[in-house]
């Protein structure tokens, strides 16, 4: 059994993919209002209505595997959700944006508790309960070091491929986990600012370069930390943008646009945080957080 916490578009995917391959296999983890819209209205995934079922965190069993899929700022009121779903084997997957939400599920739920994830190569858009994709991307998730994956990556593996959800397992989660922050940082922001689709962030050469002096300074702290970084992994992104859908977006412009609250503390706010620490200079991230932060002071309450 698995449980998601998490309805946006990864948690409405993956949830509509274990359902179809399983219908008794998932359920949501929602409550108040939120939870009973979930139950009424379900999610739409590429044009089909899933009713996936429906748990408030006082009805949650132990399950399986917990994926979740919030965003960073709901991650501690997600963490009081799950409390009665996590059971003395359950594994925690989160495929959050981010480097430190394992860090910060551990602290709840034990680190013996956390397989380390994130989903690269989605192209994803969320209006209202309606999501659309034309590429899944995949799941990277595994322990930390994976030389000999563990039997319980072996289990969720099983899982995935039962239900046709694409993963691979790292032997390096570490190196995985910030290369996709690398990304996030770079072009989730940038897209955001600017207001351009995947296939204006591929034509703009302004805003690559933008999103290049983001990347690298992801890079230089990658480096004081000694996580396997390196400026060839800026390339190996653009092998990705390649695959994403032209007219996609980032989930950070999605939010912009919506009016929702960003995830701009977690991306070029930590890479402060982060550079303030180690002694590593980010002032494309101070522009990109101060204008990202000024966009969102432009939101209606």
């Known amino acids: 059994m ?12 993956y949830g509509s993919l274990l359902f179809q391959a399983d219908p008794t296999s998932v359920y949501f983890i929602a409550d108040g209002e939120r939870g009973q819209r979930l139950a009424r209205d379900g999610v739409q995934v590429n044009g089909d209505r899933f009713v996936i079922p429906v748990r408030t965190p006082e009805e949650a069993t132990p399950v399986d595997l917990v994926i979740v ?89 099983a899982l995935f491929d039962k239900a046709g959800i694409a993963h691979v397992t790292p032997v390096d989660m570490i190196r995985s986990l910030w290369f996709k922050y690398m990304i996030n940082v770079g072009v989730n922001q940038v897209s955001a600012l600017l207001g351009l689709s995947y296939g ?70 930590t890479v402060l945080a982060l550079g303030e620490r180690h002694g590593v200079a980010t002032p494309v991230n101070r522009r990109l957080f101060d204008e990202i932060r000024r966009l969102e002071a432009g939101f209606t309450p």
């Open 2 to 13: 698995v449980a998601i916490i998490g309805a946006g578009a990864l948690g409405a995917i």
């Open 69 to 157: 899929a919030v965003k960073y700022h709901q991650l501690d009121e997600a963490c009081a959700a799950l409390v009665r779903a996590v059971g003395p084997d359950t594994a925690i997957l989160s495929v959050m944006n981010g480097i430190d939400s394992e860090e910060r599920l551990a602290a709840v739920f034990g680190a013996e508790k956390l397989l380390y994830g994130l989903s690269l190569g989605i192209d994803a858009v969320r209006v209202g309960n309606a999501v659309s994709y034309r590429n899944q991307g995949r799941i990277l998730f595994g322990e930390k070091r994976n030389e000999v994956p563990s039997e319980r990556v072996r289990r969720v593996a």
């Open 200 to 269: 204006r962030m591929r034509e703009d050469r302004a805003a690559r370069d933008l999103m290049e002096g983001a990347m690298r300074e992801v890079i230089d702290l990658a480096k004081s930390l000694q996580v396997d970084l390196a400026p060839a992994d800026i390339q190996e992104f653009y092998r990705v943008l390649d695959t994403l859908d032209p007219d996609g977006k980032t989930s950070l412009l999605q939010d912009v646009e919506a009016g929702r609250k960003t995830e701009v503390e977690m991306l070029a706010g």
